[in-house]
């Protein structure tokens, strides 16, 4: 397919030119005859820009996703600089809010799962048959704790 926009230059000069044939033209017929090859240049003209148009719509949609990747990456690299990595219940590896950047938030555990995924999931804690766990709701990453009740959870250091 030809590039409209170069469909559009190269159908200016065309148009220039059926113009002056047409004010040179002589006899009716000859007339009539300029008259609808204008014509037909202003209907190339018109489907080019049309084409031009569309591309640029389409450019503008995919401007518009790749700022709002972009925001949603800032946001989470500045989201995952407030957590750190910590190793819990000597069963597994966990995200931690910092202290000194939870901003009045309390403690909390971030799934190690989520995190990888530019997702910030908080672990919930659970009881199942009286042993604590911490679970996601997304992803159902799970912990058992290997005890029957917990103290508050702390910030990481």
Request: hydrophobic share 35%; charged share 20%.
């Amino acid at each position: 397919m030809t590039d409209p926009l170069s469909i559009l230059a190269a159908a200016i000069p065309s148009l220039a030119k059926a113009g002056a044939d047409i004010a040179s033209a002589s006899d009716e017929a000859k007339r009539n005859a300029q008259l609808i090859e204008f014509q037909r240049v202003i209907i190339q003209l018109q489907s080019s820009i049309a084409s031009i148009q569309i591309q640029n719509a389409s450019l503008l949609r995919e401007k518009e996703q790749l700022e709002k990747q972009l925001m949603q990456l800032e946001n989470w690299s500045r989201e995952r600089e407030r957590y750190t990595m910590v190793t819990v219940f000597e069963t597994a590896t966990v995200f931690s809010l910092k202290e000194s950047m939870s901003n009045g938030e309390p403690p909390h555990y971030i799934c190690p799962k989520c995190y990888q995924h530019g997702q910030k999931m908080i672990l919930q804690p659970s009881n199942p048959k009286g042993w604590v766990h911490f679970t996601c709701p997304s992803c159902g990453f799970d912990i058992p704790t290997g005890y029957r009740g917990l103290g508050p959870i702390a910030y990481a250091q």
